[in-house]
């Protein structure tokens, strides 16, 4: 069974661009959430989707947003980029089944605004 | 201010010790993960609990789940290298959606030969 996939793995923005990330979840998983790693802050919610809807929000800008398509697949855009946005992001695509609520993540994507 | 708090940040220990760490909260979770993280990679899921008072075993890591939901803690028996990482541990609240995890900040830790 495929694992989470995410795209691209580096990325390198300047001040002000936008950029989009994708993931693709584990077969079967409808949701997706997305996730937000810094040295500072460690692991920070950004948003969950579940059969394309937005189900749950953590506290971002507006310039996070996110979108889940009928197939499961998602993406993430940050727009008008900032230097604080440097940061892994994580993906991570979840089922609650009897062993709990188990979430799976991907690689992740190193972006990184200069 | 995290949901849950990790103790301790960091544990440099030789290959063979044991090590325990620590994932505390105020509030209840419904489940409650462990992950290991290598630089640069996602985290990896170690185990997940769901019942209070729950012990897994998975080799020589030991999961306990507290008796009120709360608190978690991880063993490692006799250390090896491979065990390097960052440990972090992971819960769903019972008021949230299953997709939204409150993470601890994570323990460091490192196994030298």
């Known amino acids: 069974k495929a694992g989470v996939t995410q795209t691209p793995r580096y990325l390198i923005k300047t001040r002000g661009q936008q950029v989009t990330l994708s993931c693709s979840p584990i077969?079967?998983?409808?949701?997706v959430s997305w996730y937000q790693q810094t040295p500072g802050q460690g692991l920070q919610f950004l948003f969950e989707?579940?059969?394309?809807?937005?189900?749950n929000k953590g506290n971002f800008p507006g310039r996070f947003s996110g979108r889940q398509f009928s197939n499961s697949r998602s993406e993430m855009n940050v727009s008008t980029l900032e230097l604080g946005d440097s940061a892994l992001y994580l993906c991570?695509?979840?089922?609650?089944?009897?062993?709990?609520?188990?979430?799976?993540f991907g690689q992740g994507t190193r972006l990184t605004v200069v | 201010t995290q949901l849950l708090e990790q103790s301790p940040q960091f544990l440099s220990i030789q290959e063979g010790e044991n090590l325990t760490v620590y994932c505390n909260s105020s509030?209840?979770?419904?489940?409650l993960q462990w992950y290991r993280q290598e630089p640069g990679e996602g985290p990896v899921l170690l185990v997940t609990?769901?019942?209070?008072?729950e012990v897994k075993k998975l080799k020589r890591l030991t999961f306990q789940f507290g008796d009120a939901r709360k608190d978690s803690s991880l063993h490692i028996t006799a250390a090896q290298p491979g065990d390097t990482g960052l440990y972090l541990c992971?819960?769903?609240?019972?008021?949230?959606?299953?997709?939204?995890?409150?993470f601890g900040a994570g323990t460091q830790v490192v196994v030298t030969p």
């Open positions: 609990v769901v019942t209070g008072g």
């Open positions: 077969s079967g998983h409808r949701s």
């Open positions: 989707y579940f059969s394309e809807t937005q189900r």
């Open positions: 992971a819960g769903a609240r019972k008021t949230d959606s299953w997709g939204k995890l409150q």
């Open positions: 991570a695509s979840s089922f609650t089944g009897k062993e709990g609520t188990e979430a799976f």
């Open positions: 509030s209840v979770f419904s489940s």
